[in-house]
């Protein structure tokens, strides 16, 4: 039995090279961003979109968690971050509205996590917009109906960093948001690092890997 390659490593300045290379003439390319809580990936995202100028928007997989509202009447406030809490259909429904309507605005959720919410139609990738960053924990999670995602992405990134600094910066960020130290350690090492794990596996379905 042959072992699939591992996916080459690459920096920044390759990746936005190689988005470039692979802009279409017509139609639209979604560049995924993928990898464990704390890695940095919307950063990655929104570096890339800098280097791309005016043709790239991003668009985050977080906007799509379900309300908190929601999380807290279904008991699932203390996995917020998990794959089911998020509306993993709603968010492939909208991937491929992304995808394939380029002749009008497609309008989709944000997050801020200065209220640890959704806010509505606080995305807008507009007409011209021929390359679409999309960042997320799952894009590359093989199993329904995240699975799907992966074949509409024309790039898979895998953004990875030690793992001491990644955790350290998720407990700070949850310190941030409200948390005491020892509740965002705790938070961290059970639901979050949960999480890496099943995010990690989906490392071999990405066509690079970035490393931070």
Not at 16 to 29: C, D, F, M, N, W
Not at 35 to 60: D, F, I, M, Y
Not at 185 to 208: I, K, P, Q, Y
């Amino acid at each position: 039995m042959t072992t699939a390659a591992a996916p080459p490593a690459i920096t920044l300045a390759e990746l936005a090279a190689l988005v470039r290379q692979r802009r279409p003439g017509t139609g639209r390319l979604l560049v995924g961003i993928a990898g464990p809580p704390g890695a940095g990936k919307s950063t990655v995202a929104r570096q890339l979109a800098g280097r791309l100028g005016e043709c790239a928007a991003v668009v985050g997989q977080d906007g799509f968690h379900l309300a908190h509202a929601v999380l807290e009447r279904s008991g699932q406030v203390g996995r917020k971050g998990a794959p089911e809490t998020f509306d993993a259909h709603g968010f492939v429904a909208a991937l491929e509205r992304v995808r394939n309507e380029r002749g009008h605005h497609v309008w989709l959720p944000g997050f801020d996590r200065s209220i640890e919410d959704s806010i509505a139609q606080a995305i807008d990738v507009a007409p011209h917009h021929d390359v679409v960053i999309v960042e997320g924990n799952y894009l590359l999670l093989d199993q329904p109906p995240w699975g799907s995602i992966r074949d509409l992405l024309g790039l898979a990134v895998y953004v990875e960093i030690d793992d001491e600094t990644r955790v350290r910066r998720l407990v700070d960020r949850h310190v941030s948001h409200g948390r005491s130290p020892a509740d965002a350690a705790a938070f961290v090492g059970d639901s979050d690092e949960r999480n890496a794990r099943l995010v990690a596996a989906g490392r071999s379905r990405a066509d690079v890997v970035l490393r931070r």
